[in-house]
Nanobody, 123 residues
Framework: QVPFVASGGGFVQPGGSLRLSCVGS????????IGWFRQAPGKEREGVSC????????YYADSVKGRFTISRDTAKITVYLQMNDLKPEDSGLYYC????????????????WGQGTQVTVSS
């Protein structure tokens, strides 16, 4: 088991910002590659952004490039997803997941999943 908790979701107007956090309760999380995924009602869960542990290489879905930034703070055992210029289509349940996958964002490769945090972008 790799215990961690996702938080930071909320309601925001278009153009606003949110920062999601994926916090581990033990330092083991620092040795895993971490991905942020989202799922909107009626849609499949999709990879948004992922970061590796070794060289901090990153992946961003085309829809979020230039607006989202993923980072990790090993001292705080936390991976962040800074989301700027949010759009209604960014709404969904956001999950963080852990695995040994490099910076891949293929959801099937991730072994451990936290509970989701809801992001709603609406005027």
């Amino acid at each position: 088991q790799v215990p961690f908790v996702a938080s930071g979701g909320g309601f925001v107007q278009p153009g606003g910002s949110l920062r999601l956090s994926c916090v581990g309760s033990v330092s083991t999380l620092n040795y895993y590659d971490i991905g942020w995924f989202r799922q909107a009602p009626g849609k499949e869960r999709e990879g948004v952004s992922c970061i590796s542990t070794e060289n901090r290489s990153t992946y961003y879905a085309d829809s979020v490039k230039g607006r989202f930034t993923i980072s990790r703070d090993t001292a705080k055992i936390t991976v962040y997803l800074q989301m700027n210029d949010l759009k209604p289509e960014d709404s969904g349940l956001y999950y963080c997941a852990a695995g040994h996958v490099g910076s891949s964002c293929h959801r099937d490769l991730y072994n451990y999943w936290g509970q989701g945090t809801q992001v709603t972008v609406s005027s």
